[in-house]
């Protein structure tokens, strides 16, 4: 089955204890991407990859790192986190070039930092 | 940056009645997408419409692209399709940065 898969699914934490939220997908996908959803706000990309090794920041980058080192994986790491990053994250796939077509989404990760 | 607006931002349906949701986009874009997440947090895409249309059972699109929006049509509407629907725009900028509209709320009522 198509997926994207993220992991943990809910977390609470405390301020400056370094995490990591895991995301696969198993489409082969080229592009991925990182967004955090806050109420009135929307969804807000932070960070995305447009293949192994090529990574960008989004609108709201700071606080946050990824990796992408092989193309299945993307992990969100937050290496000192504060309370203002709580939040529900979500990792998205999608193909690009000539074969692009609509995004897939995995299930969020809603992140509470105290 | 490019502004991404939709409207209207919440609605209220009696099940069986129809809608236009629409998106409104302040600069030239390669793409627009259009997702629902429903009422359990889950985003699903609906359509992938950078122009043209589209339709998918009682859902259709429809991007103009060279005015700037596009439209999201929900046609005798059920409780199943409550939840927030967002557009997202890729902006013609060199970039390939994801860019969400706010969202429209929908609420359809038994």
């Known amino acids: 089955e198509a997926q994207v898969t993220q992991n943990p699914r809910y977390l609470i934490t405390v301020t400056g204890k370094k995490l990591t939220v895991t995301c696969s997908q198993n489409?082969?996908?080229?592009?991925m991407s990182w967004y955090r959803q806050d109420p009135g706000l929307g969804l807000r990309q932070i960070y995305y990859?447009?293949?192994?090794?090529?990574?960008d920041k989004g609108d709201v980058p700071e606080g946050y790192k990824v990796s992408r080192k092989e193309k299945r994986n993307f992990p969100l790491i937050l290496e000192s986190p504060s309370p203002n990053q709580t939040s529900l994250y979500f990792c998205?796939?999608?193909?690009?070039?000539?074969?692009?077509?609509?995004?897939?989404f995995g299930q969020g990760t809603r992140l509470t930092v105290v | 940056g490019i502004q991404v607006e939709q409207s209207p931002p919440d609605l209220i349906l009696q099940e069986g009645a129809n809608s236009t949701l629409r998106c409104n986009f302040s600069?030239?874009?390669?793409?627009l997408q259009w997702f629902h997440q429903n009422p359990w947090g889950q985003l699903i895409n609906l359509f992938y419409?950078?122009?043209g249309t589209k339709q998918n059972g009682r859902l259709s699109a429809t991007t103009v692209a060279t005015e700037r929006y596009s439209l999201l049509y929900i046609s005798s509407s059920q409780t199943t399709d409550s939840g927030v629907y967002f557009c997202?725009?890729?902006?013609?900028?060199?970039?390939?940065?994801?860019?969400f509209g706010a969202g429209t709320r929908l609420f359809v009522k038994a």
């Open positions: 997202a725009v890729e902006p013609d900028t060199g970039g390939f940065k994801t860019i």
């Open positions: 489409m082969n996908h080229e592009y």
């Open positions: 419409i950078p122009s």
């Open positions: 600069d030239s874009v390669n793409n």
């Open positions: 990859s447009m293949n192994v090794e090529v990574t």
């Open positions: 998205a796939s999608s193909p690009y070039g000539q074969g692009r077509t609509e995004a897939f």
